[in-house]
């Protein structure tokens, strides 16, 4: 069962070096604060499909992907669609 857009919330957390990947990724220069606000308005976002494969969860979003394991709903990455 896919976890509600509130526990995403609750739960997403981060790694020091995800904040590095995410910027190489979507090639763009922002803040950590930026980054986990852009994640939580993907999360919030009516329009984002959630999917689970395998270990993951990936939030689609317009030009966005966010990959989020789904054992400890870690931040693996975000890719630009």
Known sequence: ?????EEFLEKVCYTPLVFGRVTKKL????????????????????ETTIIKEGKNYYLQNKDIELVINSYNFRLITANRK
Do not use: E, F, Y
């Not at 069962?1 to 857009?5: A, E, F, G, L, V």
């Not at 090639?27 to 009516?46: E, F, G, H, Q, R």
């Open 27 to 46: 090639v763009v220069n922002m803040s950590i604060a930026d980054i986990k606000n852009l994640v939580n308005k993907i999360i919030i976002d009516p």
């Open 1 to 5: 069962m896919i976890p509600t857009r």
